[in-house]
Nanobody, 122 residues
Framework: QVQLEESGGGLVQPGGSLRLSCAASGNIFEIDTMGWYHQPPGKERELVALITAGGRPTYADSVKGRFTISRDNAKNTVYLQMNGLKPEDTAVYYC????????????????WGRGTQVTVSS
């Protein structure tokens, strides 16, 4: 009923930039917090950045000052601008959103995208 589709990943040299996008579609009534997580090779998935419906961001310490999360509520889309990329940023990046579906009930559920690969290498 809901799809989160990421785009914008790829290969970039250290110090370079990428912009990730994630568009939510489907039977959506309301979206609360949206965010980005990443899973480096051989490691657990971990938080990169979150943004509330009102636009308040939260960042992992490792990306503060380099990454910027933003959203367009009219388009149900969240973005991650990544600057000053480092080899340790190499990971699969996943979009996440708390979404309430149309219809009866007030519950928000967790939805995930399939992920997009970001590789930082010279």
């Amino acid at each position: 009923q809901v799809q989160l589709e990421e785009s914008g990943g790829g290969l970039v040299q250290p110090g370079g930039s990428l912009r990730l996008s994630c568009a939510a579609s489907g039977n959506i009534f309301e979206i609360d917090t949206m965010g980005w997580y990443h899973q480096p090779p051989g490691k657990e998935r971990e938080l990169v950045a979150l943004i509330t419906a009102g636009g308040r961001p939260t960042y992992a310490d490792s990306v503060k000052g380099r990454f910027t999360i933003s959203r367009d509520n009219a388009k149900n889309t969240v973005y991650l601008q990544m600057n000053g990329l480092k080899p340790e940023d190499t990971a699969v990046y996943y979009c996440n959103a708390l979404i309430r579906l149309k219809g009866p009930g007030l519950r928000f559920d967790d939805y995930w995208g399939r992920g997009t690969q970001v590789t930082v290498s010279s």
